[in-house]
């Protein structure tokens, strides 16, 4: 420390603390005299009352200053809930990678969440140090991560922005993700550019936080719209519908709404709906793997699983899957089928408009 005065040294302390400050400040957003009569107001109060946000200070929030990248990422890790994980050993865990990158104490265990999860790499961290506000792009691709989005290419053209070309591809999933579920506002109705470089507001975080809040669907209860209506013929060999239950095709994804559509092969007339109430703690799987309750895809077919009249799990299939075994007989008609020998069990298979039959790699 020698050749630097007292008074610099602790101006250099203040200036680290004000920098991290909002992850230590108040969470009481009736506090805020900052935010009244603010178009983010509702979304402020809700981020802030859920404790995924914070204020500078205990009365100032400060809406149209910049968000900073490790209060971005605690804001995701808990609404991930985090605080229920076994935070401690993740810390341990990354403890290298946290201190060479000099990661604020007060961030360090959410910041290792979130790598632990793959919403970060070990590149963030570095870039962090030299790029501490968070960017438009990438605020949407942690999202995208944290929502289990992958990690594809596809062009940006399609996501209707006037300046689409300015974002890469590698962001085009996440962005179209956030989109489609309304945390986004949709460029087809609303128009406009994108601004991938533009950092982040926090008035704007608060919004986008806030909205993801509800189509990850931790508060409260949520409900689904089933449509009843004819499909085409399930395959015979597919999930069973327990007493319990009801079986349908998956239609479309509504998180914004907090809704689900489904198209039912039976239980009703063609046409009718019946909404279901579902509960948080909703278990889901697709081909026998957990995922997200907005995870499903058109076509998917269904099993619901009802307990007093509340949707408890949904078990899944596939609209898309690989079927590798022996052929045993074909039967060509109006409706056309194929019986084949996976693992010793024999199966008789539907086969569809779109179904694809290849042979020593040819179709």
Known sequence: MKGL????????????????????????????????????????K??????????????????????????????????????????????????AVLEKNKVPEAAAKYAAFCMEKGIISEYDLEAFQTM???????????????????????????????????????????????????????????????NPGDTVKRSAFAKLIDMSSQVYGRKGSVTGSVTVGETKDPDENQISVPANGVQGYFVQSRPEFQNFDMKLRENGEPGQTKTYSVTTSIKCTLDGKTINFWEFRDGDLLTLVLADGKVTAINGESKQKTIVGILQNTEIGEKSYITIEIGGTVKRLLVGESSKITKDGYA
């Open 46 to 95: 809700n981020a802030v009352d859920n404790g995924y946000m914070s204020g500078v200070s205990a009365t100032k929030f400060n809406p149209d200053t910049d968000m900073e990248n490790y209060d971005t990422l605690v804001a995701i890790a808990k609404l991930l809930e985090a605080d229920k994980a076994d935070l401690t050993s993740i810390k341990v865990k990354f403890t």
């Open 5 to 44: 005065s007292k008074k610099s040294i602790f101006a250099s302390i203040l200036c680290v603390m004000f920098l991290f400050c909002n992850i230590y400040a108040d969470t009481d957003s009736s506090k805020f005299t900052d935010i009244k009569g603010h178009w983010a107001e509702k979304y402020i």
């Open 132 to 194: 501490r506000l968070t960017k438009k792009k990438d605020v949407c691709m942690y999202l995208g991560k944290a929502f289990g989005v992958k990690a594809e290419k596809a062009s940006p053209s399609k996501l209707g922005y006037k300046d689409a070309l300015l974002i890469g591809d590698i962001y085009v999933p996440h962005i179209e993700y956030l989109i489609n579920n309304g945390i986004l506002d949709n460029p087809s109705i609303f128009g406009g550019n994108f």
